[in-house]
């Protein structure tokens, strides 16, 4: 018995043109996809605008249609936790992949009772930033906190709670990543920012990283590039850009200075 399609196909594009498939299912949406949605555009295929009386019947399609795609407690709970993640992707710049794993994990936190009695926006933000922690997108909790309003002490605990209850393990960030989010930001030229690359991995290699923030070590080697390379920047508008204080930024501009070793 063959499962295959009724019709013949020779080319790609002929495949293509043939082929009968909805969209793709995803998991940042609550019902994965798989149900009809009914428009709000109110116009017929011809784009003309359709009378009150059949506006008023597909309103009432419309909301019979919302209320059926959502049974219970959990399919609220996961429509609400999709479109706080989609505005907070949205938000932050978020590619598509990352917050489809945002959203795995959130079904994990929901799946294993994580949510209940906690706020929904508080878990969804800290799987998003867990999603950009393990897929090491250049998101750090602070910026993560701010889109999503919540404080980030409470999306630190949510994180630290995905952490230990769903056995997650996260690769450390590596400072390098950081260089050009910064410097896109600071219009810094890509000179200035290879050679705050070479300051990072001469500090390295003598183990000058270990147990430092990231992106105030991106901040201090980019300030310490702009000085070698006579690029006038100062330390409180890097700061201010890579979200670190000015304290941060002089502090690990020092050590990089001294254990380097550099003019600067």
Same mark, same amino acid.
């Given at each position: ?113 994580? %949510? ?38 409470? %999306? ?19 400072p390098i990543r950081c260089i050009s989010k910064i410097a896109s ?44 390379e006579n690029e006038k920047k100062t330390q409180k508008e890097i ?26």
């Amino acid at each position: 018995m063959s499962r295959g399609p009724e019709w013949r196909a020779f080319t790609k594009e002929e495949k293509d043109e043939r082929g009968r498939v909805g969209i793709p299912t995803s998991f940042s949406i609550h019902d994965k996809g798989l149900s009809t949605v009914i428009d709000r555009v109110n116009r017929d295929a011809f784009g003309r605008q359709l009378p009150m009386e059949t506006r008023m019947e597909m309103l009432r399609l419309r909301k019979w249609q919302i209320r059926t795609r959502v049974h219970s407690s959990s399919d609220r709970n996961l429509a609400q936790a999709m479109a706080e993640l989609d505005r907070l992707t949205d938000k932050l710049h978020v590619p598509a992949n990352v917050k489809e794993s945002s959203a795995v994990v959130y079904r994990k936190a929901l799946d294993n009772g994580l %949510v209940r009695g906690r706020s929904i926006a508080a878990i969804a933000a800290a799987s998003l930033y867990a999603a950009c922690r393990s897929s090491e997108t250049p998101r750090t909790l602070k910026e993560v906190a701010a889109a999503s309003r919540i404080k980030k002490k409470d %999306v630190a605990r949510c994180y630290r709670l995905l952490l230990r209850e769903l056995e997650m393990s996260m690769p450390v960030e590596d400072p390098i990543r950081c260089i050009s989010k910064i410097a896109s930001r600071a219009e810094i030229s890509m000179q200035t920012q290879q050679s705050a690359i070479r300051v990072l991995k001469d500090a390295r290699r003598k183990g000058v990283v270990a147990g430092k923030d990231p992106m105030g070590l991106a901040a201090a080697a980019l300030y310490v590039a702009c000085v070698l390379e006579n690029e006038k920047k100062t330390q409180k508008e890097i700061a201010e850009i890579a979200n670190v204080t000015e304290v941060t930024v002089r502090n690990r501009y020092k050590g990089l200075k001294d254990s380097l070793g550099l003019a600067a």
